[in-house]
């Protein structure tokens, strides 16, 4: 069984969420609370029972996260990947995810995504509108590709923004333990205990690849020059800029 999509505030979400709407709008964070906001790849009763600081994680767009976040200066960790890489890895993702409508083919997705008729809505929205807001409140923007560059770098940086301090030798803890080939194998990561109803891995698992630059393997010449043409018109008035391969920005 699949579940549609349903508009909340003209955002296309999962008619599993749509209806737990309001109860999310009305979330209470507090003071200290982190928030690590990303564009997709908990149950609010439980996190009210969680103790302070909570570290709270959210795929809602910028203009959707429960206002309480900001009125309180909770910080906010954001986390950015580049679009096609982005698309790659939803389209398979949604492959297994049941809450979202079945992704039909490769080039019928790349149409959606581009137009935001996805889960979560546009990418070009979310990444934009947290990086457009970012110098009004207590938050780090943070890009993937950065960390598949050099994970110690921002896990510094992360350390810092949270006013934390680690010995070098936890530090490369950390950085081995969070590297991807680490939590592909960790059930606390991969969604392995997921029922299938919810997360059939099957025939891919949520933890793919995890590489910069794997949408070369996906794109046809033709999609790309489709994507780049609409990339660059929905990206013309922002000074925020991504990696597509680990040699450039753009």
Request: with cysteine; proline share 5%.
């Amino acid at each position: 069984m699949r579940f549609q999509l349903k508009l909340v505030e003209g955002v296309p979400l999962s008619e599993i969420i749509a209806p737990n709407w309001q109860e999310i709008q009305n979330f209470q964070a507090r003071p200290g609370d982190v928030l690590i906001a990303t564009y997709p790849k908990s149950d609010a009763e439980t996190v009210n029972t969680m103790p302070s600081p909570r570290y709270l994680k959210t795929h809602l767009p910028y203009h959707l996260v429960p206002p309480s976040f900001w009125e309180h200066n909770c910080k906010v960790i954001y986390l950015a990947r580049n679009a096609r890489d982005a698309a790659t890895s939803y389209y398979y993702f949604d492959h297994m995810a049941k809450i979202h409508p079945e992704p039909g083919s490769w080039d019928q997705y790349l149409q959606r995504f581009m137009s935001g008729n996805v889960g979560w809505g546009s990418w070009y929205d979310h990444v934009k509108g947290f990086w457009e807001e970012k110098d009004k409140h207590n938050m780090l923007y943070l890009f993937y590709e950065d960390m598949k560059q050099n994970s110690i770098s921002e896990i510094q940086k992360v350390m810092w923004f949270l006013g934390k301090e680690l010995p070098d030798a936890i530090v490369e803890k950390i950085a081995h333990y969070t590297s991807f080939s680490q939590m592909k194998n960790n059930i606390m990561a991969n969604y392995s205990t997921f029922p299938k109803e919810m997360m059939d891995q099957s025939q891919h698992t949520f933890m793919r690849k995890g590489q910069v630059g794997d949408w070369k393997n996906l794109f046809t010449v033709r999609q790309n020059e489709l994507f780049e043409e609409d990339y660059r018109k929905k990206m013309s008035r922002t000074t925020l800029k991504f990696q597509v391969s680990i040699e450039g920005r753009s």
